[in-house]
């Protein structure tokens, strides 16, 4: 078992609905992560949220809506998708910087998404 | 891109012999990190190791680094069927007040029993 839960694990959706993906964490961590992974490629960096604040987002479509409501929760808002939005939908959390030491990721086991 | 690359992009092995993995990264890093990832399951850390470090043992895992030649190289030793997976190496870098992982294209792991 992980330590970072995300649900839905599948999710199928059609390009005019709107839907959330959740991913919750309780190890204490300030650092969490959306990913984005397509079949046979590694994941891609969509979002990171440090202390409950947006700080990185990668030039994401719109479409995508992050919101952090927690130091726990992490959701992500789905809405107007397109097919090659289909994807595995992968949640990370870190704890910040231990005395300048770099702390690895935790990750869950992913939502997989299509969108029809 | 400051994506690495991984070779092989496939091997498949026989249960018992060691495995090796290669990651190139184009900039410098301050670390290096390898992640493995079985088929429709998350990526779970399996070492890191600092750019003033050249080699780092954990378990059956030894993992190289040379900076010089940016790259680094995974080494699964004695390796068993339920080491088949995908495997990652990831540098990070520190943007917008936070840092990122940027991951290599991956090796996928056959061992055979």
């Known amino acids: ?116 | 891109s400051q994506q690495g690359e991984e070779d092989p992009q496939a091997l498949s092995i026989q249960e018992g012999e060691n495995a090796t993995m290669n990651c190139s990264y184009k900039t410098s890093i301050n670390n290096l990190q390898w992640y493995r990832q079985n088929s429709g399951r998350g990526l779970v850390h399996l070492i890191l190791i600092r750019s003033n470090e050249r080699e780092k043992h954990s378990g059956r895992l030894r993992v190289t680094l040379d900076t010089s030649k940016k790259s680094s190289s995974l080494l699964i030793t004695a390796s068993r069927a339920a080491d088949t997976a995908s495997y990652f190496c990831a540098t990070d870098f520190y943007q917008g007040g936070s840092e990122k992982l940027v991951f290599g294209k991956g090796t996928k792991l056959t061992v055979n029993p």
């Open chain 1, 1 to 116: 078992d992980t330590e970072v839960t995300q649900t839905p694990k599948h999710l199928v959706m059609g390009m005019t609905n709107k839907k959330s993906l959740k991913c919750e964490q309780h190890m204490g961590h300030r650092a969490m992560y959306w990913y984005k992974q397509k079949a046979k490629k590694p994941p891609e960096l969509m979002f990171v949220y440090s202390y409950e604040k947006l700080s990185i987002n990668e030039s994401v479509p719109s479409r995508f809506s992050p919101e952090c409501p927690n130091s726990s929760l992490l959701n992500l808002h789905l809405h107007a998708l397109q097919p090659e939005d289909s994807a595995l939908y992968l949640c990370a959390s870190s704890q910040e910087r231990s005395g300048g030491s770099r702390q690895p990721q935790h990750f869950g086991d992913g939502t997989r998404l299509s969108i029809l």
